[in-house]
T-cell receptor, first 114, second 114 residues
Framework: DAGVIQSPRHEVTEMGQEVTLRCKPI?????LFWYRQTMMRGLELLIY????????DSGMPEDRFSAKMPNASFSTLKIQPSEPRDSAVYFCASSPRGSNYGYTFGSGTRLTVV | GQQVMQIPQYQHVQEGEDFTTYCNSS?????IQWYKQRPGGHPVFLIQ?????EVKKQKRLTFQFGEAKKNSSLHITATQTTDVGTYFCAGPHAGGTSYGKLTFGQGTILTVHP
């Protein structure tokens, strides 16, 4: 099993540009989670999906952030326009079924907005 | 809202010393999970505890779930330099369904001096 695959691994962009982060969950996992990690705030849940449906997006910072899961094998997190305070490591994770099973995290995307 | 607190925030030990991190939840948990994140890496699932008073071991690591299912601990015997990293506990969000989300503690950063 290839695990959870995220791309790109690193992204450097200028303020105001659109950024798209991608995630391929483990096949057969029904739940997908997007997290952001910073030194100051730790691991923050942004949004999660069950069976491709967004369940809770209360962690999405503001309207500049959006996430989609068009099918069971692909999800995107988009930031438009990006700001320097969005700089962080963004992790995607999947699990067979919500919080009753351990999450498998991807390697993350380190985003730097200058 | 639900909080999952971990102490200590940092722990520095000499190689060979023992290490313990504690996790406390403001609500009763259906399960508690532990993750390890190496420096520059992503969180990796270690174990899940479900039963009140449960104790599980993985080589030098011992995990406990409190009788009231509101606290947990991770103990490492005779630390090695390979144990370096951040240890997170996580519990299902209060009031959530089995499809719900995990709330992560802030983590304990462990450094081991050779």
């Amino acid at each position: 099993d290839a695990g959870v695959i995220q791309s790109p691994r690193h992204e450097v962009t200028e303020m105001g540009q659109e950024v798209t982060l991608r995630c391929k969950p483990i096949s057969g996992h029904n739940s997908l989670f997007w997290y952001r990690q910073t030194m100051m705030r730790g691991l923050e849940l942004l949004i999660y999906f069950n069976n491709n449906v967004p369940i809770d997006d209360s962690g999405m910072p503001e309207d500049r952030f959006s996430a989609k899961m068009p099918n069971a094998s692909f999800s995107t997190l988009k930031i438009q326009p990006s700001e320097p305070r969005d700089s962080a490591v963004y992790f995607c994770a999947s699990s067979p079924r919500g919080s009753n099973y351990g999450y498998t995290f991807g390697s993350g995307t380190r985003l730097t907005v200058v | 809202g639900q909080q999952v607190m971990q102490i200590p925030q940092y722990q520095h030990v000499q190689e060979g010393e023992d290490f313990t991190t504690y996790c406390n939840s403001s609500t009763t948990l259906s399960n508690i999970q532990w993750y390890k994140q190496r420096p520059g890496g992503h969180p990796v699932f270690l174990i899940q505890l479900v039963k009140s008073g449960e104790v599980k071991k993985q080589k030098r690591l011992t995990f406990q779930f409190g009788e009231a299912k509101k606290n947990s601990s991770l103990h490492i015997t005779a630390t090695q330099t390979t144990d370096v990293g951040t240890y997170f506990c996580a519990g299902p969000h209060a009031g959530g369904t089995s499809y719900g989300k995990l709330t992560f503690g802030q983590g304990t950063i462990l450094t081991v001096h050779p």
